[in-house]
């Protein structure tokens, strides 16, 4: 299966924070940009939720 990344909104397009996410129907994936080669976060749907939900609080 081949992943669909998109870079966060929350990114800056010369900065060193950038965070990449795909999604299938069972889990998130989220790496880091600037190495896409080095492991990355697998998550459910509901704890990416979760997550997102707290960040905006």
């Known amino acids: 299966m081949t992943l669909e ?3 966060s909104s929350y ?3 010369d900065g060193p924070s950038c965070v990449e996410v795909a999604a299938t129907t ?3 994936h989220i790496r ?3 190495t896409p080669e ?4 697998t998550v ?4 990416w ?3 997102l939900r ?3 609080e």
């Open 54 to 56: 707290r960040t905006v």
């Open 26 to 28: 069972h889990t998130i």
């Open 5 to 7: 990344w998109f870079k």
């Open 32 to 34: 880091d940009s600037k």
């Open 38 to 41: 080095a492991p990355h976060l």
């Open 44 to 47: 459910t749907p509901t704890a």
């Open 11 to 13: 990114s800056t397009a």
């Open 49 to 51: 939720a979760d997550f």
